[in-house]
C-alpha cells in the first residue's frame, strides 16, 4: 500500500459548479411559481437531485405527481448540462493547480470523490482528467455524503488506508463524510460552516507548500 494519497471533492474545490445549479434550481422553481434564493440555495450543498427537488417543492408548499416529479428533475438535470457544456479551464478554481501539480512532483497519488454522475464529463469539459489516478463519481456509488462510502472507495482505488488520506470539501456533509472514514478533512470555504474539518482555507491557493509537505509526513 501506498503511504499517503488525497481525495478531491467536485462542486466548490475543482470547479464551481453549484452556481449552475442554483441557476437551474431558480429557474425550475420560478416556473412553478415561487422564488428561490441563495441562501436558500445553501440546504441543497452535498445533496443529491431527488433530494434537492423535494427541498424545493417544501420550500414553495408545491406537490407533484410522480410523473410531474420525474419530468422536472430531466428538466433540471437538462438545463445544467447545458451550462457545463461550455465550461472551460478558466473555471478551475484558485490553487487547484498548483495543488495538484504538488503532489504529482512528490509522486502523490489522488483521486476525484464526488456525488455528481457528470464529474468525469466536467473534468474532460476543464481538461484536467487525465491528471487523476481514480475518479469516483455518483455512478459509482449509492450512498450519498455523509456516509463515507465515496471516500472509502477513493481510498480502494488508490490502494491506500483510509486513515493515509487526506479529503478536500467545501459542503459541511462532505467533511462529514471524510472524518466518518476516519481520513483528514480539508475544509474549502469559511470556518464558520465548516467546524469540523481539521483546517479549513477560503480557497486552496491559501495553502503553503509548508502546509502541503506537512500533511504528506
Known sequence: MKEKAFIFDLDGVIV????????????LANELGFDFTET???LLKGVSRVKSLEIILNIGGVTLSEEKTQAFLVKKNTEYLAFINKMTADEILPGVLKVLAFL??????????????????????VGIIDLFD?????NDVSK???????????AE???????????FEDAIAGVEAANNAGMVSIGIGSED?????????????????AFLNNLIK
Open 16 to 27: 464551481d459548479t453549484a452556481k449552475y445549479h442554483f441557476l437551474a434550481w431558480k429557474n
Open 40 to 42: 436558500q440555495n445553501e
Open 104 to 125: 504529482k512532483n512528490n509522486n502523490i497519488p489522488f483521486a476525484l470523490g464526488s456525488a455528481s454522475k457528470n464529474a468525469r464529463f466536467i473534468l474532460e469539459q
Open 134 to 138: 481514480a475518479i469516483v463519481d455518483g
Open 144 to 154: 450519498a455524503k455523509p456516509d463515507p462510502e465515496v471516500f472509502l472507495l477513493g
Open 157 to 167: 482505488k488508490l490502494n491506500v488506508a483510509p486513515a493515509n488520506c487526506v479529503v
Open 193 to 209: 460552516v465548516l467546524t469540523e474539518a481539521s483546517s479549513v482555507f477560503e480557497s486552496m491557493d491559501q495553502m503553503s507548500d
